[in-house]
C-alpha cells in the first residue's frame, strides 16, 4: 500500500515505530512492508497467512488514504475498480466516477513526493 510522507510520519508518531521499520520504497514511492510470516500489512493485527485470516488494523483511525479507499484502484485506463486480489471484493459496491478522482489525485500526490 503506498502512503505518502505525511502518512508516514504521523504512523511513526502514532506507532513509535521508525518509518523505516514499516515502510521500503517501490520505485520511489513509500509503500507499507507486509509481515513476513503472515504476508499481511505490518499493521494487521493477525497471527495467520490465510487471506480469510481474522485480523484488524492497529492503526485503523489514522491509516493511509490508500486503505481508506482500499479495495477500489485505478486500472490502466486511469478508472476506478475493484482489485482482482481482494478475496472479498464481491461486497463492496462497483467504484463512481468521484472514486477514480480520488485516487487519481492520490496518485498525483504520490508521485510527486519523489
Known amino acids: 500500500m503506498p502512503l505518502t510522507k505525511a502518512e508516514a510520519s504521523l504512523l511513526s508518531r502514532r506507532t513509535g ?9 517501490n520505485n520511489g514511492i513509500l509503500t507499507l512492508l507486509n509481515d513476513e510470516n503472515t504476508r499481511a500489512c505490518v499493521f ?6 490465510d487471506v480469510n485470516a481474522e485480523g484488524m488494523c492497529s492503526v485503523y483511525e489514522v491509516r493511509p488514504k490508500g486503505c481508506r479507499t482500499y479495495p477500489n484502484v485505478l486500472n ?14 464481491a ?8 472514486d477514480s478522482i480520488v485516487l487519481l489525485n492520490l496518485e498525483e500526490q504520490l508521485l510527486h513526493e519523489e
Open 91 to 98: 461486497q463492496f459496491p462497483e467504484p463512481t466516477e468521484e
Open 76 to 89: 490502466h485506463n486511469d478508472e476506478a475498480i475493484l482489485d482482482e486480489g481482494c478475496p472479498h471484493r
Open 17 to 25: 515505530m521508525a518509518v523505516e521499520d514499516f515502510t521500503w520504497k
Open 44 to 49: 494487521l493485527l493477525t497471527s495467520s497467512s
